[in-house]
T-cell receptor
Framework: AQSVAQPEDQVNVAEGNPLTVKCTYSVSGNPYLFWYVQYPNRGLQFLLKYITGDNLVKGSYGFEAEFNKSQTSFHLKKPSALVSDSALYFCALTGFQKLVFGTGTRLLVSP | EPEVTQTPSHQVTQMGQEVILRCVPISNHLYFYWYRQILGQKVEFLVSFYNNEISEKSEIFDDQFSVERPDGSNFTLKIRSTKLEDSAMYFC?????????????FGPGTRLTVL
């Protein structure tokens, strides 16, 4: 069965510091991995995806994610956090149609 | 930028009542989805819909649930007889393409509260 784990409920980081939001996955076959972000009273917004190719994927708002097959991880990263990055972040994978989500990680960036 | 919209933003209903949640997908998208998130839990897939047919559904999507595209723009989720455990945030999504790696665009959600 496909599954995604986000081991941290919350990540706190100071503005200007690098951030990492962790995600690990379990899937048989090739993984198709996504990161979505949710701001208050907004829908889930697509950030980036990994299908194949380079292990470092660049996405919206300066975010990037590193795919690591041996560690079955797809961690979200940003070199310099902004207060406006504070939101709920979801990792997800898809087999064909449906998205399978992790439980989400709340990112709090302090000024 | 085109967006998926959902109405209402919050629906309160009594147990046993029928509710209809409405969504307007992005206009040139062909694939539609409903997900739900019970407070504090994961976002869970309910159903996908294409060409006026359900293409995949989860075990959550039982006979109490139905979906419909009544016209060229709306996509609805109906719960026939709501239960307390149906209280959740319901998200509609749409995508232009089909298959692994397709990017789904989500609406802001409808919070359903069943009393």
């Amino acid at each position: 069965a496909q599954s995604v784990a986000q081991p941290e409920d919350q990540v706190n980081v100071a503005e200007g510091n690098p951030l990492t939001v962790k995600c690990t996955y379990s899937v048989s076959g090739n993984p198709y991995l996504f990161w979505y972000v949710q701001y208050p009273n907004r829908g889930l917004q697509f950030l980036l995806k990994y299908i194949t190719g380079d292990n470092l994927v660049k996405g919206s708002y300066g975010f990037e994610a590193e795919f690591n097959k041996s560690q079955t991880s797809f961690h979200l990263k940003k070199p310099s956090a902004l207060v406006s990055d504070s939101a709920l972040y979801f990792c997800a994978l898809t087999g064909f149609q449906k998205l399978v989500f992790g439980t989400g990680t709340r990112l709090l960036v302090s000024p | 930028e085109p967006e998926v919209t959902q109405t209402p933003s919050h629906q309160v209903t009594q147990m046993g009542q029928e509710v209809i949640l409405r969504c307007v997908p992005i206009s040139n998208h062909l694939y539609f989805y409903w997900y739900r998130q019970i407070l504090g839990q994961k976002v869970e897939f309910l159903v996908s819909f294409y060409n006026n047919e359900i293409s995949e559904k989860s075990e959550i999507f039982d006979d109490q649930f139905s979906v419909e595209r009544p016209d060229g723009s709306n996509f609805t989720l109906k719960i026939r007889s709501t239960k307390l455990e149906d209280s959740a945030m319901y998200f509609c999504a749409s995508s232009k393409t089909y298959g692994a790696g397709n990017e789904q665009f989500f609406g802001p959600g409808t919070r359903l509260t069943v009393l």
